[in-house]
């Protein structure tokens, strides 16, 4: 925080809380100096107490201060503004590349000469595991120790290089496996609304608890009132590294919230319609806030449920004020009651506060819901916000059958399942999880299933057979409500039990199916269902063998996981036969919205909270075994495939050199709309016929314990080979084959084989996509991997916008179609090259244009627009990426 200190717009002032004094960033102050700040929404009031506080008159200016609150007048701006979050959070995947690049970077100081260990976080960095866990077995009381046994079997060198991180990098906390997932953690301990730190000579300074997350649901603590959202691995490395984010001043779209919840209607059911509206309205690139009279009966965990899917409806962050709501959850979780009170003393001595008579500020836009409309609801089968209500849900799977997968003609065809005495057909249920950070943090929802669960398990219901029911909770305190209230005993009768504690089957660690009924699908190509509780449904990513996925509450979960079979319509059709050998529907297992409050009020307390946070950096036995390396660089196990020094240092000196122009490119892949991260990056099981299978077989790994793409995040050699591998990845250039191939001289390769032998030419190398190209999770290496694969440049009609940074942020050039033209209407089939001249002269968002030359030598021309935005974007490009940038500045 070097620029504390910095009077120039003297708003700098003292609040005393329980005779507790602390220094602030007043914005009363600095209404009176420049204008009234009072009808600026919550979100930018906490953007603008970051510049005022570090004002320096170079990276934040009194203008820059003046543009946000000029914002009130146009309710949008252009200016780019350097914005520095209190700390940042990761998780494990996310988290190992980038104390990886610290490593690298701690190596590359020492080759130059330099201080190694100025190469260390300047703010908290909170790394939780929770990604890891994978739910090889389900369904029965030792899933949960055999899978955390599996876990430290397969990690055991990630884990212990984490160690050694956390002992040798300055602000570094390590959160060991088994404790939760890293989002609820951050919203029930971690996060504290208004942070507090220490000045050069020591006076405490109060502001706002803001955060970036190398995972796109970072957002989730916005819930709270804590600005945070995703980034890529490479940004948050720049914001570990005292390197501020930049950002243009944002529009702010208001979301007004009226009325209550009907009875019977879940915080899941609201945020399906809340994404689904917000995806129409179109938010990406734009804050969202919440207001209006709805907030008022609102609890926190609704809150948190979502800002957590912010990355579902495409926006930066969904922000909740402070208000009763928030001191209230603070209490609940274990706060201190002088970080209670002084939330509440500085929310509103700043005009951060709501209240049933706070003014609406102004936005950009607004749009409204009024609660009590809101109806029970899926969202499927591919992505979250196509919101379905839940009686439209099978007809919705049956015109999908007909025309996503063209099998509308085989509805009712069945297949046996070897040694079993049950058949499986399209819609049938492989997968009921309860799971993920979206509704594992909401108490009412969670409840709900246990109480589904003992109303079934009284009347004799069972999942059926082919369904593998997982729970994975979001943190620990979950297991000891459900646990008190007796509702685990329900859930574990119904097979239901703990899995284990981490983000599992929302990220694809669901774990095999059953061998027969696996073979079985696949043999009869069976289009089965996934029902799960979690913010991801995109195809391929919860499981191989499932291709339709469906995002319900968890109690629908339970229920689902009885009836078996999204074909069938769970709103009139029985459920199952009772043991008294009578039907059971859905409304019979359904419970009421005060047995539900019943049981969280007799359930849960703080001292839960208080009790599993107060050793949560400790660990396990298991955590606590692990060795540890010291020294202020790391010691690279050379034989490790889990961790390795990457290149992207080598050879790097200490000037940069001008960019060069990127001339007869060929084209890598083609590729339509909505290619997500999980499509580029590696993600899910390693297959042994896979470049990255191959590669672990050449040096002895088994099959068995190939692990994740996600567990080997911090070894290149794998990531490299899985980028762009989805199995249900789309390059138009092969004739509509799914897969992670391309053509190279007419042949047919894997695209990292294929880009080696262009690598081997010298030839540099284009992807040209649709719409939304690069949606989905802050990957960093749906970016790494691009930019090793020897991509230089990016051509779409639309970027996602962690995506579109990440690719700055390594080197990586996005170009956006001119408007009305595409791939389509340019009639590219992948054989064309592509040259982008006087690359060392681009300027931000600047026309560029790129000459195309076609295979029968006729050429062409595309109008682009440059998608690096700002001027310290450019900045990084220009130095062949962020991590670059930082480096040779930090050895200046």
Request: aromatic residues 8%; charged residues 20%; negative net charge.
């Amino acid at each position: 925080m070097t620029a504390i200190g910095s009077d120039r717009l003297r708003t700098r002032d003292t609040l005393v809380v329980d005779g507790q004094t602390y220094a602030y960033y007043s914005l009363p102050k600095v209404a009176v100096q420049l204008g009234n700040v009072d009808r600026l929404p919550f979100s930018l009031k906490v953007l603008l107490e970051n510049l005022l506080r570090f004002e320096d008159g170079v990276s934040v200016t009194v203008e820059d201060i003046r543009a946000l609150i000029e914002w009130q007048a146009d309710r949008q701006s252009s200016r780019e503004i350097q914005y520095r979050p209190a700390r940042v959070l990761m998780q494990d995947f996310t988290g190992v590349p980038c104390i990886v690049d610290l490593a690298a970077m701690r190596d590359t100081m020492n080759r130059w000469g330099a201080d190694a260990s100025r190469i260390n976080p300047q703010v908290p960095i909170h790394l939780v595991i929770d990604h890891s866990v994978m739910a090889d077995k389900a369904s029965e009381p030792a899933a949960f120790e055999h899978n955390v046994k599996m876990e430290y079997d397969r990690n055991t060198e990630r884990y212990a290089f984490l160690k050694w991180g956390a002992s040798t990098l300055d602000n570094l906390k390590v959160v060991p496996p088994g404790t939760g997932i890293c989002h609820q953690v951050n919203l029930e301990h971690i996060a504290q609304t208004v942070w507090t730190s220490t000045d050069k000579d020591g006076t405490p300074i109060a502001y706002p608890d803001t955060c970036v997350g190398t995972d796109s649901h970072t957002t989730m603590v916005s819930g709270l009132g804590v600005l945070g959202w995703g980034v890529g691995g490479i940004e948050a490395e720049a914001a570990m590294l005292g390197q501020p984010v930049s950002m243009l001043i944002p529009d702010v779209v208001g979301f007004r919230l009226s009325g209550t919840m009907s009875e019977g209607v879940t915080a899941t059911d609201l945020v399906l319609t809340v994404t689904q509206m917000l995806r129409l309205h179109g938010v990406v690139g734009r804050f969202v806030e919440f207001y209006g009279p709805g907030l008022d009966a609102l609890p926190l965990a609704d809150r948190a449920t979502i800002a957590n899917m912010a990355p579902e409806y495409g926006a930066t962050c969904g922000f909740f004020p402070i208000d009763e709501a928030t001191l209230t959850y603070l209490r609940l979780t274990g706060r201190t009651k002088e970080r209670v009170a002084l939330v509440e003393a500085y929310a509103k001595a700043q005009g951060m506060w709501r209240d049933a008579f706070t003014p609406d500020p102004v936005f950009t836009d607004t749009l409204e819901l009024d609660l009590s409309t809101v109806l029970p609801s899926v969202a499927g089968p591919r992505r979250p916000q196509d919101k379905i209500l839940l009686s439209d849900a099978s007809r919705g799977f049956r015109s999908e059958l007909a025309t996503g997968y063209g099998k509308g003609e085989e509805l009712d065809r069945r297949a046996a399942v070897a040694h079993t005495n049950f058949t499986l057909g399209h819609g049938d249920i492989a997968i009921a999880a309860i799971t993920s950070c979206t509704n594992t943090s909401n108490p009412s929802v969670l409840v709900a299933a246990g109480l589904v669960a003992r109303k079934a398990r009284a009347l004799g219901l069972k999942p059926k057979p082919w369904v593998r029911t997982t729970l994975s909770p979001g943190s620990q305190v979950v297991t000891d409500y459900l646990v008190r209230s007796g509702l685990q005993q329900d859930l574990d009768a119904l097979g239901f039990n703990l899995t284990g504690y981490g983000c599992m089957i929302c990220i694809g660690n669901s774990g095999s199916l059953d061998k027969a009924i696996s073979q079985t699908i696949n043999d009869a190509g069976l289009v089965t269902a996934a029902v799960l509780s979690g913010n991801r449904n995109f195809e391929g990513r919860i499981s191989p063998d499932v291709r339709a996925n469906y995002l319900a509450s968890p109690p629908l979960v339970v229920a689902y996981s009885l009836l078996g079979s999204v074909a069938r319509d769970i709103t009139t059709e029985p459920l199952g036969i009772g043991a008294n050998g009578q039907a059971v529907y859905l409304k019979d297992v359904w419970p009421s919205n005060a047995e539900i409050q019943t049981i969280i009020a007799s359930s849960i307390d703080a001292e839960m909270f208080a009790s599993r946070y107060a050793n949560v950096y400790e660990g396990d036995d298991r955590w606590k075994a692990l060795s540890l390396k010291t020294g202020d660089t790391y010691n690279w196990p050379t034989a490790s495939t889990y961790v390795a020094n990457p290149p992207f240092f080598e050879g790097l000196e200490r000037e940069a050199a001008p960019v060069a122009d990127i001339l007869d490119a060929n084209t890598l892949a083609l590729f339509g709309d909505s290619i997500t991260t999980d499509h580029i990056s590696p993600a899910g099981s390693i297959k042994s016929a896979s470049p990255a299978g191959q590669w672990l077989l050449d040096r002895q790994v088994q099959p068995a314990d190939f692990n994740s793409y996600g567990c080997r995040r911090g070894h290149h050699e794998i990531m490299m080979r899985g980028t762009f591998a989805n199995i249900r990845i789309q390059n138009e250039m092969m004739g509509g084959l799914e897969g992670g191939n391309t053509l190279f001289e007419g042949a047919a390769l894997p695209i990292y084989e294929a880009a080696m032998r262009h690598k081997a030419k010298g030839t540099p190398l284009v992807v040209v996509a649709g719409k939304e190209y690069g949606t989905g999770s802050s990957r960093d290496w749906a970016a790494k991997g691009t930019a090793l694969l020897g991509v230089r440049a990016v051509i779409a009609e639309s970027f996602e916008r962690i995506h579109r940074s990440n690719l700055v942020g390594m080197g990586v050039l996005p170009l956006q179609f001119a408007d009305k033209v595409n791939r389509q209407t340019l009639g590219l089939d992948g054989t064309e090259r592509f040259t982008v001249r006087h690359v060392a002269f681009l300027q931000p968002r600047q026309a560029v244009t790129v000459e195309g030359i076609r295979s029968d030598g006729s050429t062409f021309t595309i109008e682009t627009l440059c998608r690096i935005d700002t001027a310290d974007e450019m900045g990084y490009f220009m130095s062949g990426g962020i991590l670059p940038y930082v480096l040779r500045k930090l050895s200046a």
